[in-house]
């Protein structure tokens, strides 16, 4: 499995993005989609998960009530749409899929990871 992230940029604080990850196929590593990010100096860290179905989804604290994580099968993409930015947002964003039978929100979980895409929000 194959994931292209794309969709980042340079935004004012409190602006908008979506994110998008494109898988090459469908298969049962793809179960589980989830976005992780890097900020400059840090340890990469969850942002956000979805089920298969999306009936599970699960977020880091310090984005909740700002992102949205979905997805669209027909188009093996899963998207993050991310509102009120902040400086703190900044950082690369991973997308990366799993199999598994639960929400997890460790990166050792995750089989599969596509290349980051820079999201960078100035103050």
């Known amino acids: 499995v194959q994931l292209q992230a794309s969709g980042g940029g340079l935004v004012q604080a409190g602006g908008s993005l979506r994110l998008s990850c494109a898988a090459s196929?469908?298969?049962?590593?793809?179960?589980?989609m989830g976005w992780f990010r890097r900020a400059p100096g840090k340890e990469r860290e969850f942002v956000a998960v979805?089920?298969?179905?999306?009936?599970?989804?699960s977020y880091a604290d310090s984005v909740k009530g700002r992102f949205t994580i979905s997805r669209d099968n027909a188009r093996n993409t899963v998207y993050l749409s991310m509102n009120s930015l902040k400086p703190e947002d900044t950082g690369v964003y991973y997308c990366a899929s799993r199999f598994g039978t639960k929400v997890a929100s460790t990166a050792a979980a995750y089989g599969y990871w596509g290349r980051g895409t820079q999201v960078t929000v100035s103050s």
């Open positions: 979805i089920s298969f179905n999306g009936d599970r989804t």
């Open positions: 196929r469908l298969t049962s590593s793809t179960y589980y």
